[in-house]
């Protein structure tokens, strides 16, 4: 029986294990790769790595530190999550159970993808899925945003503050009828596309050109310096649906120290309620999870 078990093992995951393992909690990482999402990173011609706030640093420092400590991590997915008593079973992909008195949830989210032709090819060079992370570098450039929700208004409005032009494709009635919406209509440098598709993705060595399908079947290229995918983010929560409360979106529910609704069960980064999908915010999430965690498990110990 472990004190508590940290399934994830990006930002989040990797900064709550280690300080679970600095409180000497008998601690075990599940997760099915170490940095998770950190892993990705956009290149751009014109882009230098420092230029982007990545908060590698720490996460490398603690990713390196659970490389060596083998014993603290388990690499497999979970399944799912059990209550049995005060304790929980963690219920592992290749059929195994594990228990701790206490569990925190740091498995982050999945981009939904655009599925056409040249997607894959051109993942992170030039195509990418976080204009939070990256807006900022795309001063007087021409940018087209692929999605039909809050998340692609966001990205659209974020990015019009500064690029040359940002075609949307896309967009639906609905979601341009909301303040953010009515502000890209009147932007001058935005040109909304509304009932066109992006059919396909083409360049060299990065993402140059979106093959896009007018409303009426006719299919035209149009050129950009960054085509950004900003569709709905899945939520990594199946494993606690049930046990926990989840948001609307699927998402954790947690209050400000990462506790859920079940008590013993904390969770951290992306696939909380929290604000903003960003590395630093993972990591400090992760430490709030495991110290209250630590709290939790104070009287046990
Ligand atoms: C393309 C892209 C670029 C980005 N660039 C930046 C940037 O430059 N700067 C920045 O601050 N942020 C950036 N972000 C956001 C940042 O990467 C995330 O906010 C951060 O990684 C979230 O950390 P996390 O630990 O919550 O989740 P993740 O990093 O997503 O890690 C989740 C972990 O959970 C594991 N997992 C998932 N499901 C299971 C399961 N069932 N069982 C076991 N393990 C599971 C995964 O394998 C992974 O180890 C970027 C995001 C994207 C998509």
Redesign the pocket.
């Known amino acids: 029986m472990y004190d508590l078990i940290v ?8 900064t709550a294990t280690i300080y679970a393992l600095r409180k000497r909690l008998n601690v075990l990482m ?9 892993q ?3 290149a751009l011609p014109w882009i230098e790595d420092y230029q ?4 590698l640093e720490i996460v490398n420092k603690f990713k390196g530190e659970l490389e060596y400590l083998d014993f603290a991590r388990h690499m ?4 799912k999550v059990e209550k049995e008593g005060n304790n929980f079973v963690v219920l592992t ?1 290749g059929g195994g159970e594990l228990r701790a008195k206490a569990v925190i949830v ?4 999945k ?1 939904t993808r655009l599925k056409v032709p040249g997607e894959k090819e051109f993942m ?1 060079k030039g195509l ?3 204009a ?3 807006a900022p570098l795309f001063i007087d450039r021409t940018t087209l945003v692929v999605g039909d929700g809050d998340l692609a208004l966001r990205s659209a409005a974020e990015l019009a503050t500064i690029a040359q032009r940002v075609y949307m494709v896309k967009a639906t009635d609905k979601a341009l009828d909301t303040p953010l919406g009515h502000k890209l209509q009147s932007s001058e440098n935005v040109t909304i596309l509304k009932g066109h598709e992006v059919v396909e993705v083409k360049g060299d060595q990065f993402a140059r050109t979106a093959v896009v399908k007018e409303p009426g079947g006719t299919v035209k290229e149009m050129d950009a310096d960054a085509i950004f995918i900003e569709m709905a983010l899945n939520p ?1 929560s199946q ?1 606690v649906a049930g046990l926990v409360d989840l948001d609307e979106e699927g998402r954790i529910k947690v209050d400000i120290a990462g506790h859920t609704s079940m008590p013993g069960i904390f969770a ?4 909380t309620s929290g604000f903003a ?6 990591v400090g ?2 430490a709030k999870a495991a110290l209250s965690a630590y709290e939790y498990l104070l009287p046990q110990l």
């Open positions: 399934i994830g093992g990006g930002p989040a995951g990797l599940v997760a099915k790769d170490l940095g998770g999402k950190t990705w990173r956009l982007v706030i990545r908060g497999e997915g979970v399944e992909q740091a498995t982050g989210t981009q992170m990418c899925y976080s939070l992370s990256y990594n494993m951290a980064g992306d696939v999908e960003q590395v630093l915010i993972a999430e992760g």
